[in-house]
């Protein structure tokens, strides 16, 4: 039980060391996260697409 009780008071040490994101830093960090997502969705959507139809197109042959 020493171990763990050991453990959990390093855990909360290093928590008190942590630097927590500002609100407003975190809205730009989301809006980023976001953005990126759906600009990569769009791009594998395309990808998939254009790969799709080029199959098509080739076994239409």
Same mark, same amino acid.
């Given at each position: 039980m020493g171990k763990i009780k050991q453990f959990?008071?390093? !855990? *909360?040490?290093? *928590?008190r060391k942590t630097s927590w994101p500002k609100s407003k830093e975190l809205t730009k960090y989301t809006i980023v996260v976001i953005?990126? !997502?759906i600009f990569f969705a769009l791009f594998f959507v395309l990808v998939d697409l254009g790969i799709s139809e080029a199959?098509?197109?080739y076994l239409d042959l």
């Open positions: 959990l008071h390093e !855990v *909360m040490s290093e *928590m953005t990126t !997502v199959i098509r197109w």
